[in-house]
């Protein structure tokens, strides 16, 4: 039962070195003292943070802290006043408009409430960015069935969002902000509005995005119910769902972001969360 000699193994480290391409490792996001204000209100204070590949971020904070402002900043939907945000290694605090539009179509972002088009069935609403593109009609067809299953929807192709509950018009919203693959996924209180139960599918759901296909992501929950699942939980491909990680082991690329009066208070991982001697971030977690 002798292992060979680490020398001799075709793939060490040693003999790698060198002919592997290194893994990419640079950030997928990057905030470097960013300050917005509105009318003279400061809402986001030098902001300084960043999304590795593979991450998950998830960004707590009381309402109206700025949790919206920051995702909405992370794709160029706003702009800040002061500092530096990297987008996928470029620079969009000041990139123009028509630069910025490829940029947004690599990231999927979940609004807060969904914010389905109730004029447009399912299947328009999930393939708008393509409709948009003028991909023919039956590649548009073929993704959306692709999105609908992902997000377990696929009866819904032809039905209106009127027609759906809660919870299934939040997994339209999902299977939408993945039409393109995107290299980054932005949250918005996903669960935001839904029962605890649905709450749950829905974040079933941001695992399996999260472990099937690694997509790094930026989420904003009020909910620590949500945010424990997903650091406690992992997808597994065989069951079809989540299950719990064993007894005391928790997701090492998930971790924590809080606003607190537009600053950011904390930046780490779960154990220090629950361990922080921070005041503000104590009583959000009370
Ligand atoms: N486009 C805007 N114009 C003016 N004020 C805004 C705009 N967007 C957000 N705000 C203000 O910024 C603050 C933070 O908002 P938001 O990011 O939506 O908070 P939350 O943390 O609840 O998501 C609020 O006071 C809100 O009124
Ligand atoms: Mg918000």
Redesign the pocket.
Known sequence: MSEPPASVQPDSVESSKGTAPAPDVRPVVVFRNVSIA??D?P?LEDVSFSVAPGETRILL????????????LVNGL?RPDQGSIQLFGQEIANMPEAQLFPMRTRTGMVF?EGALFDSLTVRDNVGYQLISERVPDDEIDARVHEALRFVELDDTFALYPASLSGGMRRRVAIARALIHQPELLLY??PTGGLDPVTSTTIIELVMKERDVYRTPSLM?THRLQDAFILCTHRFDEDQGCMVPLPQGVTNPDTTFLM?EEGRLIFDGSLHELLHTENKFVREFLE
Do not use: I, N, Y
């Not at 904070?61 to 909405?72: D, E, F, M, N, Q």
């Open positions: 509105f009318d209100k809402v904070g009381p309402a109206g802290v700025g949790k919206s402002v920051l995702l909405k706003l807060q918005d209180s904003v606003l």
